[in-house]
T-cell receptor, first 114, second 117 residues
C-alpha cells in the first residue's frame, strides 16, 4: 500500500519554462514533507521541505505547495534549467512516535531540454 | 569529508555469501537510517538508529539482515546468505536529530549498489 504516490514517472520540459512535479499522500499523520533530487550514481540530495502548518515554502527557483485537505503537494521549478534534470523524490514523515521515518514516492524523472 | 560516506560503492557477490556494507555518518548526527532502493522503486525504510540503539528495525526484510552502530558513529549493515532479490542500492542517511522532531532533513550517502549473481 503506497502511502506516498508520484503518479508521473517522467516529465519533460523546455529550458526556461516551469516544471511542476506532483505528489499525493494517503496518511493523514504525515506532517512534514521533503523533496529530494537524485542524479545517477549519487545519493539523494535534499532540495526543499514544508511543514504542515504552512501551505507554501519558497527557496530561490524552487517552491513547494501543500494542500492538506487534498493530501497533495507539488514542487515548482521556475525557470527550469538543464542541470535540474534528475529524479525527484517526494518524502513524508509522520507526527508521533515514528517521526524519524521517511516514506518516499517512486520518483519522477525530470528532463529539461535546452 | 563532510558528508555521509558509504563503502563499498559497488559490490558483486555470489548467491549464498555474506556481505557487509559500511556507513560513516556526518559527525555529530545522532540519527542514522538505512534505506534500500530496488529497481524502479522508491526508497524503502530498513532500520533507524538513535545513538547506538535501533528502536525501529521494522523494515528489515528478513532475519538474514542485521545492522549495528558503534560509538554513535559508524554503522554496518550485514546481509547473510544473500539472495538475488537482495540486489538493490543500499542507502545510508544521517540527521542531527530525528527528521520529524526538528523538521530537519536527512543527508544521504552515495549508496552501495549490491548485485547478487
Amino acid at each position: 500500500d503506497q502511502q506516498v504516490k508520484q503518479n508521473s514517472p517522467s516529465l519533460s520540459v523546455q529550458e526556461g519554462r516551469i516544471s511542476i512535479l506532483n505528489c499525493d499522500y494517503t496518511n493523514s499523520m504525515f506532517d512534514y514533507f521533503l523533496w529530494y533530487k537524485k542524479y545517477p550514481a549519487e545519493g539523494p540530495t535534499f532540495l526543499i521541505s514544508i511543514s504542515s502548518i504552512k501551505d507554501k515554502n519558497e527557496d530561490g527557483r524552487f517552491t513547494v505547495f501543500l494542500n492538506k485537505s487534498a493530501k497533495h503537494l507539488s514542487l515548482h521549478i521556475v525557470p527550469s534549467q538543464p542541470g535540474d534534470s534528475a529524479v525527484y523524490f517526494c518524502a513524508a514523515s509522520p507526527s508521533g512516535g515514528s517521526n524519524y521515518k521517511l516514506t518516499f514516492g517512486k520518483g519522477t524523472l525530470l528532463t529539461v531540454n535546452p | 569529508g563532510a558528508g555521509v560516506s558509504q563503502s563499498p560503492s559497488n559490490k558483486v557477490t555470489e548467491k549464498g555469501k555474506d556481505v557487509e556494507l559500511r556507513c560513516d555518518p556526518i559527525s555529530g548526527h545522532t540519527a542514522l537510517y538505512w534505506y534500500r532502493q530496488s529497481l524502479g522503486q522508491g526508497l524503502e525504510f530498513l532500520i533507524y538508529f538513535q545513538g547506538n540503539s535501533a528502536p525501529d528495525k521494522s523494515g528489515l526484510p528478513s532475519d538474514r539482515f542485521s545492522a549495528e552502530r558503534t560509538g554513535g558513529s559508524v554503522s554496518t549493515l550485514t546481509i547473510q546468505r544473500t539472495q538475488q532479490e537482495d540486489s538493490a542500492v543500499y542507502l545510508c542517511a544521517s540527521s542531527l536529530v530525528p527528521t520529524g522532531v526538528g523538521n530537519t532533513e536527512a543527508f544521504f550517502g552515495q549508496g552501495t549498489r549490491l548485485t547478487v549473481v
